[in-house]
């Protein structure tokens, strides 16, 4: 409580209480003036565990002859990775162009009835093995290219589907609804509002998408497309483990890339509002 006192002049005037002495209130043995030490950083446990991997795997690596071994085939894992990257870029380029717009369509409130319908369609992707959708086109289109990137781009078109119409489906309807106040038309809506707040999950499909393109791609092989497949499977094959190496970590350092480059442009194309990650 504030106290009143008289002054010289005989004025009365109030002052404040006292401040409380220390650790009053606060609890006993608190000091509010005390200053909270940081605590030394540790390392999470995955990062040791991938580091005591790293570790292992570059000490096998110099103790053994294996590394000149799979650069013999250096050529070839040039040649074919080519054929790789290609055949990854034609597929899931193309299912990006086709599954981003079918999720927008499906997502719209017209066909929202019919909309988990639809995307059992594109479940037949997932749930027929890779290499039967690529027995399958090779049936209907022969052997070569066009049937490899026909069954890649099946096999991979549901994850964007999927993520594309649930991250428009999950955009809180306040949004929507303050965007149509404003004035805004359907088409307004979905570009600056739906689609930016949609954007992560998008991201998310596709890196999903890619990954399954880049590890389904060695089989397509099999039907005469190449790739680096044709060091697998003829390593398998002849019983030689440097063949196989020699597609197979390639084909790892593919999938790698790519994903922390389709990272990159989601980290930097997602506003910062409403990326978890900035």
């Known amino acids: 409580m504030p106290r009143k006192t008289v002054d010289e002049w005989g004025l ?16 006993v043995g608190v000091n509010p003036y005390a200053v909270t030490l940081p605590t030394r950083a540790t390392l999470p446990p995955a990062f040791l565990v991938w580091l005591v991997i790293a570790l292992a795997l570059a000490w096998w690596l110099w103790s053994s002859s294996m590394p000149a071994e799979i650069l013999t085939y250096w050529e070839d894992i040039t040649y074919l990775a080519v054929q790789h990257i290609e055949l990854v870029a034609w597929s899931g380029g193309l ?29 037949l992707g997932t749930t027929i093995p890779t290499l039967a959708i690529l027995a399958l086109s090779m049936s209907v289109l022969g052997i070569g290219t066009v049937p490899a990137i026909f069954g890649l781009w099946a096999a ?11 991250g428009l489906r999950a955009v809180p309807a306040h949004l929507v609804e303050a965007a149509h106040g404003m004035g805004m038309t359907p088409a307004q809506v979905l ?13 998310g499909g596709i890196r999903t998408a890619l990954a399954i393109c880049v590890g389904s791609a060695p089989l397509v092989f099999l039907i005469g497309a190449g790739g680096l497949g044709e060091l697998i499977f003829t390593g398998i094959a002849l019983d030689e483990l440097p063949m196989m190496l020699a597609g197979a970590i390639p084909t790892a350092l593919i999938a790698v890339i790519t994903d922390f480059v389709v ?16």
Do not use: M
């Open 12 to 27: 009365a005037e109030t002052q404040p209480d006292p401040p409380p002495p220390c650790g009053e209130g606060l609890g």
């Open 95 to 123: 299912a990006i162009l086709v599954g981003v717009p079918v999720g927008i369509v499906l997502s719209r409130p017209a066909l929202r009835k019919v909309s988990e319908a639809a995307l059992q369609i594109f479940n």
């Open 156 to 166: 991979t078109l549901l994850p964007i589907v999927r993520n594309t119409y649930t």
């Open 191 to 203: 570009w600056r509002v739906e689609l930016p707040n949609a954007l992560f999950v998008i991201f």
């Open 263 to 278: 990272g990159r442009l989601q980290f930097h194309l997602v506003p910062r509002g409403i990326n978890p990650l900035r």
